[in-house]
């Protein structure tokens, strides 16, 4: 029998394809997951609303589940929608990320509210990706403040990927021991409250669960999925992921494209 008791998942470029979709193979080893009682997490940079989708097309809302939200900053069952955890961004830290963000060339900052994303600039092409990939629309406005009237789990950055990675690095220089700054991809620097990751949110989750860390499987592809990579007892990385990622997984398996998560599943979760 499996030691492991629980899988975490990223989504793009790990638990779903370039189309966009899950794999029937991928869906299929899963659900057998889910029909073991193990407890399967959906670790995501995405808004709740961006995941939901996800999280229904593998049966979560019928057999239960996890998501977590915007790189950790939220936790929720999925079935009943209860928060189990959450962080914040500092509120007195919003005037000068949003002053930051202004400093970098070809970029806008994104501000995901309810159902909407709010921007300074809609034509930015990956603003729009964003709004496509989360199913959620863009919402222009003149002056982000205007509709900062609540805590933010997470500001996004998104431009041009030739510039965003040497901002990335200075912006979390700039904000060392006051903010989180990663890449979730070449186009966005994601901005996340202090000592929030991927790692850190599925620790209070399975600690909540009863489930230790060497029986926790994470697969990801991406910069922020590394911290739960190394956490997990099994850290995986996907085939199409990052050089960084797989230099740090346990076990690299193929690519989203051809059934990473399923092979996963396959070697060393079934019976």
């Known amino acids: 029998m499996s030691k492991y008791k629980a899988i975490a998942l990223d989504i793009d470029g790990t638990l779903i394809n370039s189309k ?10 899963i659900q057998k997951l889910q029909e073991k009682g193990v407890a ?5 940079g995405r808004p709740p609303h961006g995941i ?3 999280a229904k097309a593998l049966g979560m809302d019928r057999n239960g589940g996890y998501v977590s939200a915007f790189n950790g900053g939220k936790i929720i069952e ?4 209860e928060v189990k955890y959450q962080a914040t961004v500092p509120e007195e830290l919003r005037d000068e990320i949003i002053r930051y963000a202004h400093t970098i060339p070809e970029s806008t900052i994104l501000l995901h509210g309810d159902g909407v994303i709010y921007t300074e600039d809609d034509t930015n092409e990956y603003a729009r990706f964003e709004s496509d990939i989360v199913r959620m629309p ?5 002056d982000l403040h205007e509709v900062i009237d609540y805590p933010a789990n997470k500001y996004l950055i998104t431009g041009n990927p030739e510039l965003m990675p040497e901002y ?4 979390a220089k700039h904000f060392e021991g006051r903010l989180n700054i990663m890449q979730s991809a ?3 620097i994601e901005v996340i409250p202090p000592g929030v990751d991927k790692a850190e949110s599925l620790a209070k989750l399975i600690a909540m669960l009863g489930i230790k860390r060497e029986e926790l499987v994470a697969c990801g592809d991406g910069e922020n999925d590394l911290g739960m990579i190394r956490y997990a007892g099994l850290g995986v990385a996907m085939e199409n992921g990052e050089d960084c990622v797989k230099e740090a997984a346990d076990f690299v398996t193929t690519s989203c494209e051809n059934d990473g998560v399923a092979n996963v599943i396959e070697k060393f979760m079934e019976d």
Do not use: C, D, N, Y
């Not at 863009?138 to 003149?142: D, P, Q, R, T």
């Not at 990335?168 to 912006?171: A, D, E, I, L």
């Open 186 to 188: 070449p186009f966005f």
């Open 138 to 142: 863009l919402k222009k406005v003149e």
């Open 78 to 81: 999925f079935q009943t929608g």
């Open 168 to 171: 990335s690095k200075k912006m």
């Open 52 to 54: 939901a989708h996800v």
């Open 20 to 29: 966009k979709e899950i794999t029937p193979r991928v869906l299929q080893k």
């Open 40 to 44: 399967v997490i959906i670790a995501s």
